[in-house]
């Protein structure tokens, strides 16, 4: 009885060392990310041996489930979102500071404690080649979209429902002199005379329309513009704004409570190891946030782009009166 207690140990240290999942080795997750951002979760697993169980809900969504079950938490972490959510849920996740953290690029290390950043998207503008040659006129920034050839030839989604668009808002206030500047308020005005009532219902009605001919030019989010061209679309191009572009991070958190905490822990280190953030830059339409060599066909390296970044704590706080403000903007024209 001695002797099968002392192998039973020892093959319990072997698994252990050798990362072989023990009955305890599992997580659970609740994410509003596309399958690209998934296809992750394997190496995840193939490199620490826990088993991960994904229940995919919109953001919205995760965050009513998460407070639902906050007394008895179903989920471990929630893998993706934006900012904006998880601030305004900050009480349903806990303080985590990975030992990666300190290799990511400064201005995406985590600030908040309860929320990691693990890559980012940016505001972008897409032109259909085709249609934009025979206008005779370039687009190197949003100044250029005040053409008078664009009339009609715009379109972007509400700022007020679409999170995509209000992103693109911020950004164009920030880079157009500043969120309280009257002359970057202005150019908004401005913008959505040109606009002419083309704002759309859904983010993806931008770039699908920009690709499909009906529009010029969109105002839209990088993600889906590179997997477009990753599959193949020869009519389009990417513009990244002459006056600055902006890269917000999307989060990971870790809910209070959860079952299985140093796996969910290990998770967060993961994503922000080496090997991951270089799967990132070089299997999906993501950007790594920290420094790694990783390099694809679709995007152009961000020391290319000229970054501004934004004040989220500012953004944050002021969304409600931001949103107003576009609103009666675009409600007057």
Same mark, same amino acid.
């Given at each position: 009885?001695?002797?099968?207690?002392?192998?039973?140990?020892?093959?319990?240290?072997?698994?252990?060392?050798?990362?072989?999942?023990?009955?305890?080795?599992?997580?659970?997750?609740?994410?509003?990310?596309?399958? =690209? !951002?998934?296809?992750?979760?394997?190496?995840? %697993?193939?490199?620490?041996? @826990? $088993?991960?169980?994904?229940?995919? /809900? +919109?953001?919205?969504?995760?965050?009513?489930?998460?407070?639902?079950?906050?007394?008895?938490?179903?989920?471990?972490?929630?893998?993706?979102?934006?900012?904006?959510?998880?601030?305004?849920?900050? =009480? !349903?996740?806990?303080?985590?500071?990975?030992? %990666?953290?300190?290799?990511? @690029? $400064?201005?995406?290390?985590?600030? /908040? +404690?309860?929320?990691?950043?693990?890559?980012?998207?940016?505001?972008?503008?897409?032109?259909?080649?085709?249609?934009?040659?025979?206008?005779?006129?370039?687009?190197?920034?949003?100044?250029?979209?005040?053409?008078?050839?664009?009339?009609?030839?715009?379109?972007?989604?509400?700022?007020?429902?679409?999170?995509?668009?209000?992103?693109?808002?911020?950004?164009?206030?920030?880079?157009?002199?500043?969120?309280?500047?009257?002359?970057?308020?202005?150019?908004?005005?401005?913008?959505?005379?040109?606009?002419?009532?083309?704002?759309?219902?859904?983010?993806?009605?931008?770039?699908?329309?920009?690709?499909?001919?009906?529009?010029?030019?969109?105002?839209?989010?990088?993600?889906?513009?590179?997997?477009?061209?990753?599959?193949?679309?020869?009519?389009?191009?990417?513009?990244?704004?002459?006056?600055?572009?902006?890269?917000?991070?999307?989060?990971?958190?870790?809910?209070?409570?959860?079952?299985?905490?140093?796996?969910?822990?290990?998770?967060?280190?993961?994503?922000?190891?080496?090997?991951?953030?270089?799967?990132?830059?070089?299997?999906?339409?993501?950007?790594?946030?920290?420094?790694?060599?990783?390099?694809?066909?679709?995007?152009?390296?961000?020391?290319?782009?000229?970054?501004?970044?934004?004040?989220?704590?500012?953004?944050?706080?002021?969304?409600?009166?931001?949103?107003?403000?576009?609103?009666?903007?675009?409600?007057?024209?």
């Amino acid at each position: 009885m001695k002797r099968m207690s002392t192998l039973v140990f020892a093959l319990v240290i072997c698994l252990c060392l050798s990362g072989i999942a023990l009955a305890d080795g599992v997580l659970t997750i609740v994410s509003p990310n596309s399958d =690209g !951002l998934l296809s992750i979760i394997p190496v995840f %697993e193939a490199k620490t041996g @826990i $088993t991960v169980t994904v229940e995919s /809900l +919109g953001s919205g969504d995760a965050m009513k489930r998460i407070e639902s079950e906050r007394e008895n938490p179903t989920f471990d972490l929630m893998y993706g979102g934006s900012l904006a959510n998880y601030v305004a849920n900050a =009480g !349903l996740f806990q303080d985590y500071l990975s030992p %990666e953290d300190g290799e990511l @690029i $400064t201005e995406y290390r985590n600030v /908040l +404690g309860f929320c990691t950043n693990y890559t980012i998207d940016g505001s972008v503008l897409l032109v259909n080649t085709e249609l934009l040659a025979e206008l005779g006129i370039e687009i190197k920034g949003y100044a250029d979209l005040l053409q008078p050839e664009l009339k009609d030839k715009i379109v972007s989604a509400d700022p007020v429902a679409s999170s995509s668009a209000f992103c693109q808002l911020t950004n164009m206030l920030l880079a157009m002199g500043g969120y309280e500047s009257e002359e970057a308020w202005q150019y908004v005005t401005d913008l959505f005379t040109n606009i002419n009532g083309k704002v759309v219902s859904s983010s993806s009605s931008v770039y699908k329309g920009v690709y499909n001919g009906e529009y010029v030019v969109g105002l839209t989010y990088e993600d889906p513009c590179v997997t477009l061209l990753k599959d193949g679309a020869d009519n389009i191009q990417i513009i990244y704004p002459i006056e600055g572009t902006v890269f917000l991070p999307a989060q990971i958190g870790i809910v209070n409570d959860a079952k299985n905490l140093e796996n969910a822990r290990a998770f967060v280190d993961f994503m922000l190891s080496e090997e991951a953030q270089i799967f990132f830059g070089e299997q999906t339409t993501s950007r790594p946030i920290r420094p790694v060599d990783a390099k694809n066909d679709w995007v152009i390296p961000l020391e290319d782009i000229h970054l501004i970044f934004e004040d989220s704590a500012y953004v944050t706080s002021h969304t409600a009166e931001l949103k107003e403000k576009v609103q009666d903007i675009i409600m007057g024209i």
